[in-house]
């Protein structure tokens, strides 16, 4: 049987952004698929009362050095994005939109890239829509989307459905039952994957 990992992920997560594209690098070489698991990472933070760590200065500092250097090693353009934090809300109902529209991998990249690579303002409309289009997405078809009472719904159970299973940051992976948080956890996920 083949093998899987869960990757549950937010586009406003850099370390979601570094782990998407060392994981298919991983998965492919195993041959292992990826199971997308798109959520919100403010619900998760606001169901456990929690914040994210750039929140604590010192903390912020030093992580977006650290992020660099795991750019660097893994060849994932990566630059600090000056409207960070950014509102991933629309985003994220976006992916359970790619999700249905059978694009979810090809939209994730080009979420991925548009905050971590070009700094774009992506919780600004004119830019997620500017931003689809350039990447041959049908915008208009997406912002419908992202306002459909179930899209809304489903992410939101999906964020719920996460905390449930104990995920309480991202990049978080299972394979199975075991989990994993951080990309920094990735080559814990490549030796289960090898197995």
Not at 29 to 48: M, T
Not at 114 to 135: F, K, Q, Y
Not at 165 to 191: A, H, N, S
């Amino acid at each position: 049987m083949r093998k899987s990992v869960e990757f549950f992920f937010d586009y406003g997560s850099p370390t979601s952004h570094l782990a998407f594209f060392e994981l298919r690098k991983i998965a492919r070489a195993a041959g292992a698929e990826i199971v997308w698991r798109p959520i919100l990472l403010g619900g998760v933070f606001k169901a456990i009362n929690s914040r994210s760590p750039v929140e604590v200065v010192p903390k912020g500092k030093w992580m977006m050095w650290d992020l660099a250097n795991y750019a660097a090693r893994y060849g994932v353009p990566f630059k600090l994005n000056p409207h960070f934090v950014i509102n991933t809300l629309p985003l994220m109902r976006g992916a359970i939109v790619a999700e249905r529209r059978g694009e979810l991998e090809r939209y994730s990249e080009a979420m991925f890239l548009a905050v971590w690579r070009d700094a774009l303002s992506m919780g600004d409309p004119a830019v997620i829509g500017e931003t689809l289009a350039r990447n041959g997405f049908d915008a208009r078809a997406y912002f419908a989307g992202t306002q459909e009472p179930a899209v809304k719904d489903d992410l939101k159970a999906r964020t719920d459905a996460a905390v449930a299973r104990g995920v309480f940051g991202l990049p978080t992976f299972f394979i199975g039952e075991k989990m994993w948080w951080g990309q920094d956890r990735l080559d814990w996920v490549k030796d289960a994957l090898r197995g």
